[in-house]
């Protein structure tokens, strides 16, 4: 797969303008999104350590408890550029899916 496959953006740059209204509407955004993402992080956790049990019971991952911690950590990536006041860019109250990719360089 080639850089003309598919289309990056990154989560994390910088943006000089800001807004203060965006800075106030944070405050109030932040608590059902806040309350999501703890109950979402205690069932993750919970699927962490049923996966543990998993692979020294069985020696392999379940698919489905994979791609539930996968879906959290997807979600949590995707709010913390817009809580750390990196960007004004409002991320949904339910999770979106956000691939996360990294960059290997091939030295020749």
Known sequence: MTEEDYELNELFEYERKASRLELFVRIFYGIPVGIIIFFYGIVAGLCIA???????????????????????????????????????????????????????????
């Open 50 to 108: 049923i996966q543990w049990i998993i692979i020294l019971i069985l020696g392999r991952r379940s698919e489905g408890l994979n791609s539930f911690i996968r879906g959290y950590l997807e979600y949590y990536i995707h709010l913390l550029s817009y809580f750390s006041y990196m960007t004004d860019k409002r991320p949904g109250v339910t999770p979106k899916a956000v691939q996360i990719f990294e960059v290997i360089d091939e030295e020749d």
